[in-house]
Every structure is written in C-alpha cells, then in structure tokens.
C-alpha cells in the first residue's frame, strides 16, 4: 500500500510542476496576475507530495518490504536500521528521489524566504525551479521509478546493500552532496529570470549570494565528506583518486566558488554582469553534467549504479535542453547587459578576476581528463584511462597564482591600489613565508628536489596566506584608539575564515602527499614492525559476530620510542548476502599525524598477515580546512545585510540602479 | 587613437584567450603524456603493447595459477581473456575482490621477456560484476575464435 501511496504522489508532483513551470511563466509575460500567483503554492503543493514519496521510500526501507524492488536489491533483513534508511538513496532509483526532494527542499525555501522579492520576479524562479523538477520527475516516472513492485514471487530477504556503502558516511554524504548539487539550480533560476527580465543589477547580485553560498556551504562539506569517507573506508588510506565520479562533483565545486567570487563584484561594483550570469548557468550545468556521467554508467566507477541506455540518453538530451536553451537565452540577452563601472589594472576586480580564470579553467581541465577517455572510445583511439598525475601537474601548476593572490585580494581595494603600499603590506608575510618555507624544505633530508622544491612551495603558500589573512583582520578590525576593536560584518569574519581553511586544506594536501610513509608489510603475531619512527607490534587476531556479518578484527599496540600510543582494531568483514569481503581500517587521528592501519589478507601457511601500516602527516587538515571553509561560508550568509528587508531597498534603489545601468 | 577604456578592454580579452590557449595547449600535452592505454592478453601475446610504458592490462586471474613467497608479499598469477595468457607480478596487498577466475585490471609495465610487473591491481564492484574492459577482451578473443574455426 505505503509503495503505491508514493508512486501516486510523485505523479501528482509531476502534474504540479507541471503547472508551476507554465502558468507563472505565462502570467508573467501576459500580466495575468492571478496566474502568477499560482506559483507559490504550486511550490509548496509539489514538495508536500515529493515529500510524501520519499517518505513512503523510506519507510518501505524501514518495514524491510521486499515485494519493491529496489529494496530488495538494496536491502537486508539485518541490515542496521540507520543503513537500512540511507539504503534509500543507495541506488540510482533512490539518489534521482533524493535528488529530487533536495530541488524541492530548495524550492519551498525560496518560496518562504523570498516574500520581500518583487511577485513577478519571484513567480519566475520558482517556474524554473519547477521547470528543473518537471524534467527530473519525467526522468524518474518513466524510467528509474523506485517504487516498482515485485509480485507476486518477491524474494523473502534482501540483497544487501554494497558493504562499502554500509557506513555512517553514506547517512550524511549523498544528502550533503545533493543540497550543493542541487543549490545551484536556484541561482540558476535567478539567472535565467535575469536574462528574461534583462535587468541585471547590484541588487540582483544580493538576492543570489546568500542562495549560492547556501549550495556552496553544502557542497564544499559534501565534498570534503566524500574524501573523508574514502580515505577511512576504501581501505588504501588514500583521501582523493581523481575518480569521474570525484570530479562530477569537485567541477561544480570550483565553478561555484568563482560564481561566489563574481557575485561580489556584481554586487558591490556593478562590474562582471554577463559573466556572473553565465557561472550561474555553468555552475548548475556542471552539476547536471556530473549527474548525467553518474547516473548513465557512461563512466566505469565504483558509483555507477545505472547501465541502462535510455537512461542515459535521456539525461542528456535533459541537459542538452536546460544548458542548450539557458545559452541561446544568454547569448541573445547577454549582449543587452552594459558595461560599467571603471576599474584600475590593479585593482581588488582584476584580482577577482584572475581567481575567475584560474577556477575556470582548473574545471575545464578536469573535465577533459574526465571525458578524454569516453571521447577515446567514440572516435576508436582505444581503451584509455587519464593518470593521476596529470590532474596533479594541472592542479598545481593552477593553484599555486590562486593561493598566493587569495593573499592579496582581500588587501586590496575596489577600483585602484598602490603597489608600493600594497608592496609594504606583504613585505613581512612574504619574508616570514620564505624563511618557513626554506626551513621545512631542507629539514626533509631524505626527499628528491623536486619534492623538496613542492614543499617549499607549499609551506610558503600556507605561510604567506594564514599571515596575511591575520594581518588583515587586525588592521581592519582595529580602531583608531589602538585597544579597542571594532565588530566587522560577519561576510569579512566568514571570508578570511574560508581562507585560513583553504590554507590547511593546501597544508595538508602538500604535506601528506609528501612526507607520508606507506608501508605494505607482512606480520607474524607478536612480532612488531616499525614505521615512520613509531613501533606496530601485532598481537594477531581474533574472529567476531556483526549485525549482517563476520568478522576477524586485528589488535595492533602502537608506541613511540616505547611510549604508549594507541591500540589499533583494524577488520576485515564477511558480509552475509552477498559474500563479500570488505577492509575496516583502524586510524589513531591527531592533527599533525594519522596512524592507519589495514588487513589485507591472512597468507597461507601460518599465522601471517600482509597488512597496510601508513603514517600519513598532516592529512586531517585537509578535512579540518575544507570544514573552515564551510564555516566561513555559514558565517558570510548569516550576514546581516542579506536579512535586512530587502523590498525597501529594491524599491529605494531601482531607479539610480537603472538610470546608471541602462540595460 | 583608441579609447582607453576601450583598449584596457581589448588587452584583457587578448591575455585570456591567449592564456586561455597555452593552458588547454599544455593540457592536451600533459593528457597525452599521462594516458594509460589498455590491452588485452591477446594484444600483449602479439607483441602489439610496448614495452616500458606505464600501460594496463585485464583478464580473468587463470584458476590455480596464483604462487606466493613465503617470505615477502611477491605474489605471481596468470591472466587469460581465454585465448592467450600472460604471466603478472605484484608486490603488495591484493585488493578485496581478487579471486582466482575473478576479472582484473592490472597496472604496470611490460617487460621485454613477456612478464608483466603490475604496480596496481584492481578489482572493483561485487562479485558478479565485471570491468566492461575485461568483458570486451573476452569478447574479442571468442569472436576471433569464432573466425578462425568459420574458415
């Protein structure tokens, strides 16, 4: 019953956004007003009954009901009940469902939170908002429906869900990752209404800012969650492996961090306006891109679920549409957009520029090494897979004029600034990085050049931004009576925040990709081994019972020059439906270092075992920094002025934003 | 005389496009040194992989044919797409899902004597699942079986 119940409320949701896509679109280009009315509860009506299909989704989970088949090929009888609801989106039927309630979690926010914003324009986000929806659930109505039924020979227990997905991660991951992905459909509907509008103002830029970094705040955590779980569950203590499904979403990630950027131009200089609404749309077209090569299996990857054909091709004649109508739209009205607002060569917009160009093309990067090999494929070139080390060189060959300019931006003003001030300013960062730098690089005695030179580059990197952004934030936020400080907008606090953690993210990923130490070794019990300075000494192991599963677990006795320091339970588990073997690591976490510990297989003849023994530094301030960054994203949106009424403004300051701005 | 506005604007397109080019220059560079390409048993029996480069090799891991040191983690298996099969080396820990007739995808170089010394082996999904490589090795490999029995 509950099944059908939540088949029948995603039909009806269809019907709604079928409505909330075309009557307001037409009401606002006829001034019918009461069409355009339509939209805010068309809005509400729609979540209401997506809400009640992934609800029924849910508890189908929840009441172990094995007659649908996507429970069943997704589900255990034993499965532990907070898996058993993740299990939800532990498939491409369940993720489109989650995809969609997240669109719509969007959706009734810009519904409640927008009231001050003027009828028609609200009316026409909201259309498009729906317009996105009615695509999605065609997509998942007519060809991925989760709700399908097995009868009347259901099977009597579940198939499991993949143990690697049976972990706290996959509760928060998928569902963090989608709000980012999805919350840039909402500064895309503000775009495209923009360009349908053709007035693209300051004011236009502050209705969209907090929305984008509202996606960005969860897309940066879904992320850096993403990595995280990798790191502790794949088992080979690697945080990042330039998989597709990886970039699918770091591309969207990197777009919407230079659409956050622009934003700031647009909003307080008038400058970038075309620009900005062109990363509108290509922050949302890559993450329905991202989608596309998840959801259609064109790309081999532990995420794809889906090998169907005519899924893929109907997500991407989808995004052929959406991104192919949404460029038509820009080019005919993009033109319209005039050019204003004067600016110096050097200046706080051609950095914000530069940060533009250089996140820009970091993504188009990833995307060919993405797509190089399905390109490959088409045109017969062979089977080829892209390395590693390319997304490395680039990345850090583009990083690297990021880092060291995210330094100077905040510094520098609007319009122009001296270079001998600016000169002045980071003479001391620059010679305290250097020293920092040179030090850490000639410590490391046993590295190659080339690995001493990164680090070097690295650590003056870190040093060079944590001491600017500090310098910043006292001088600004210092009042002339030298001892008392002055409260800054929380925007200023959030931004330098986000800074600092890009500077630990840096840290760490320089200083763990360099300086840790990977040992495969084979153990015998009660013997130790020593890594990295610290001594692993094996007790062997011993075998256990889980939930849906067995188990042997590990003892490890971890110390330092024979100081105690950590007992370590690394697993291996049985998984009971589908047989399947799976590695639980065993991490002692400190800031400055990771002890990591996996099993990898009992070898024949005795008690031995290989296992991974790594000693990895730095690496947590990767999550610690993507976290900060986050962080700082809450602080900036929790900004006053983004709450202030925003009708009396609009209405004060329309007219001198269309009298100088004609567009 | 151009105006300066006008210039300043003219310069700012001409540096990103032209910046613009050497990046996606030195990015199809930078793929093309940094593609792995991929053969199959067949391929390799043939003498058609090269020898040296980084390149990946799939097949089904040959029943009984995995030996290992006692002492170290050297472990030595063979490949097969059911038509020719080549000898691999490794040193480290298997992955999870790696099973005698289980399909892999091996990493590495190819020496001159026909062994393949594998820096990575990967075994991915479930069970019953296998790498579309893998399965298309195979593929080949009967079809031309087929071909050779037709003449």
Known sequence: MIPEIGNLALSFALAIALVQFFVPLVGAATNRWRWILVAGPATIGQFIFVAIAFVSLSWSFYANDFSVQFVASHSYRTLPLAYRLAATWGGHEGALLLWIFMLNVWSLAVTLMSQNLPAITRARVLAILGGLSVGFLSFIIFTSNPFTRVLPNFPLDGADLNPLLQDFGMVIHPPMLYMGYVGFAVAFAFAITALIEGQIDSLWAKWVRPWTLGAWIFLTSGVALGSWWAYYELGWGGWWFWDPVENASFMPWLIGTALLHS??????????????????????????????????????????????????????????????????????????????????????????????????????????????????????????????????????????????????????????????????????????????????????????????????????????????????????????????????????????????????????????????????????PNHQVNVAGYDFKFEGVQEFRGSNYDGIRGLFIVSHHGDFVANLQPEKRRYHASGQWMTEAAIDPALSRDLYVALGEQLPEGQDWAVRIYVKPFVRCIWFGALLMALGGLFAVSDRRYRKKLKSQWLGSKDDSTSMEPI | MMKPQRKRRLIFVISIVLGLGVAIGLGLYAVKKNINLFYTPIEVARGKAPVGPLIRVGGLVVMGSVSRDPKSLKIQFKITDNAETIPVTFEGILPDLFREGQGIISMGHLRKDGLFEATEVLAKHDETYMSPEVAEAIKKAEAEAKARKGQ
């Open chain 1, 263 to 524: 934003l700031a131009a647009t909003e307080k200089r008038g400058v970038f306006k075309a620009w900005t609404i062109l990363l509108s749309i290509a922050a949302f077209s890559f993450s329905l891109l991202g989608t596309f090569l998840v959801r259609s299996g064109v790309l081999t990857s532990v995420h794809a679920f889906a090998n169907d054909p005519v899924r893929g091709a109907f997500i991407l004649s989808f995004l052929g549409i959406v991104i192919g109508s949404s460029l038509v739209l820009f080019a005919f009205r993009a033109s319209s957009v005039s050019v204003s607002g004067w600016f110096d060569w050097f200046s706080k917009e051609l950095l914000l520029l530069i940060n533009n160009l250089l996140l820009t093309v970091s993504a188009i990067m990833i995307l060919m090494g993405t797509l190089f090999p399905i390109f490959a494929e088409v045109f017969d070139w062979g089977k080829i897979s892209v390395g590693a080390p390319y997304f490395n060189l680039i990345f850090t060959v583009l990083m690297t004029p990021l880092v060291f300019l995210v330094g100077l931006g905040p510094i520098v003003n609007w319009r122009q600034y001296s270079k001998q001030q600016l000169g002045k300013q980071s003479l001391l960062a620059a010679i305290f990085a250097l020293i920092l730098g040179g030090i850490t690089a000639l410590l490391q005695s046993q590295q190659l050049l080339t690995d001493k030179l990164q680090i070097f580059l690295g650590v003056f990197l870190v040093v060079w931004l944590i001491f600017l952004v500090s310098q910043d934030l006292l001088q600004k936020s210092k009042s002339h009576n030298s001892f008392k400080f002055k409260k800054m907008p929380n925007s200023f606090y959030g931004m330098h925040l986000a800074h600092i953690g890009l500077a630990f993210a840096v840290l760490g990923v320089v200083l763990s990709s360099h300086l840790s130490v990977e040992e495969n070794l084979r153990v015998s």
